[in-house]
């Protein structure tokens, strides 16, 4: 978020949002990205303010704030079109700012605290087949649209990544050339910048050797492992249109993104009896709770498979 933005905000407000995201980056490591959302939210919440208030709201402002006021700005955001998901994502970074006036002793916003977040429905993760997740690992599917072999190896290794290590597409595009060696594990840095440790199956193991194999430019040890057509750094967005070429050749979904890829590591890994808090190191989750969406999923495909073939269904 530009500084100028800020300008329209209460001095002492303003000063208080950057300690805020010095803090947010220092502490708490989170991605620039990630700060600029947290900080959209909370300048969204005094815009609001400063319009039904009727001026700047002051740290003062703040903390008078009632439930009634928190309500009013929930219902202009949804007279805005905004959904619930978004909502939630919004009233979540407002009060992380909140939480940082209290606990620096610049005054309690408790009218945040004490109004709910709205309700959303809960989507299941949509994994791919067994054979529809090792078919986009192929190289030879995409082969005959004008690209060339290096590409084709290199989009195979990331994608077989996602699926054979459970990694998000971050973590694999943020590998370094020299974390690729001997060993069968592999060291990812996930969300907050935490590590862990990954087994490297043989499958794909291989087709990052075919990669390293074909393709045509240096990569330093301390340089990414994953390159675009150019030599810079692979962007997401290459793989995300890659998968969509991908879902045309082989019928796939449109829920088949390179992210499903993940869901179906952990969707397959617990149908095969694998063990849910090994589940939950290697896909990096901090909270149990965020695995156990996977049960979910497994019972549902129980559950239809007892439709589709029982007898008494």
């Known amino acids: 978020m530009a500084d100028a933005e800020l300008t329209a905000v209460a001095p002492q407000v303003a000063a208080e949002i950057a300690n805020w995201r010095q803090h947010l980056g220092a502490e708490r490591?989170?991605?620039?990205k990630t700060i600029e959302a947290y900080q959209r939210d909370v300048l969204q919440f005094l815009s609001f303010l400063a319009e039904h208030l009727g001026?700047?709201?002051?740290?003062?402002?703040?903390?008078?704030?009632?439930p009634?006021?928190?309500?009013?700005?929930?219902a202009a955001r949804r007279a805005d079109g905004?959904?619930?998901?978004?909502?939630?994502?919004s009233l979540a970074g407002t009060r992380a700012?909140?939480?940082?006036?209290?606990?620096?002793?610049?005054?309690?916003?408790?009218?945040?605290?004490?109004?709910?977040?709205?309700?959303?429905?809960?989507?299941?993760?949509?994994?791919?087949?067994?054979?529809?997740a090792r078919a986009v690992a192929d190289p030879d599917i995409a082969a005959g649209d004008g690209r060339e072999p290096w590409i084709h190896a290199r989009d195979a290794a990331?994608?077989?990544?996602?699926?054979?290590?459970?990694?998000?597409?971050?973590?694999?595009?943020?590998?370094?050339?020299g974390e690729f060696g001997a060993r069968d594990m592999l060291t990812?840095?996930?969300?907050?910048?935490?590590?862990?440790?990954?087994?490297?199956?043989?499958q794909v193991r291989k087709l990052i050797d075919d990669y390293l194999a074909l393709c045509p430019h240096e990569l330093p040890e301390d340089g990414p492992l994953f390159i675009g057509a150019k030599g810079r750094p692979l962007s997401p967005r290459i793989l995300q249109l890659a998968m969509a070429r991908l879902r045309g050749a082989l019928g796939l979904a449109e829920t088949?993104?390179?992210?499903?890829?993940?869901?179906?590591?952990?969707?397959?890994?617990?149908?095969?009896?694998?063990?849910?808090?090994?589940?939950?190191?290697?896909?990096?989750?901090?909270?149990?709770?965020?695995?156990?969406?996977?049960?979910e999923v497994d019972a549902e495909r129980l559950i239809e498979a007892y439709r589709s073939a029982h007898p008494r269904a």
């Open 97 to 132: 700012f909140a939480r940082f006036l209290e606990r620096n002793g610049k005054g309690r916003v408790g009218a945040l605290s004490a109004v709910r977040a709205p309700k959303i429905g809960k989507t299941l993760p949509r994994p791919l087949a067994v054979s529809g």
């Open 82 to 89: 905004i959904g619930s998901r978004s909502l939630m994502r």
């Open 55 to 66: 001026g700047t709201p002051s740290l003062k402002d703040l903390a008078a704030l009632t």
């Open 256 to 295: 088949a993104t390179p992210h499903a890829l993940r869901h179906s590591f952990a969707t397959h890994l617990l149908a095969r009896g694998g063990d849910l808090r090994s589940i939950q190191e290697l896909l990096g989750h901090a909270s149990l709770s965020t695995t156990q969406i996977y049960t």
């Open 158 to 177: 990331v994608l077989g990544l996602l699926y054979g290590c459970g990694l998000r597409i971050s973590e694999a595009l943020g590998l370094k050339r």
């Open 29 to 32: 490591r989170m991605s620039p």
């Open 68 to 74: 009634a006021d928190v309500r009013a700005f929930m």
């Open 188 to 202: 990812v840095t996930g969300k907050g910048r935490k590590q862990r440790m990954v087994p490297l199956i043989a």
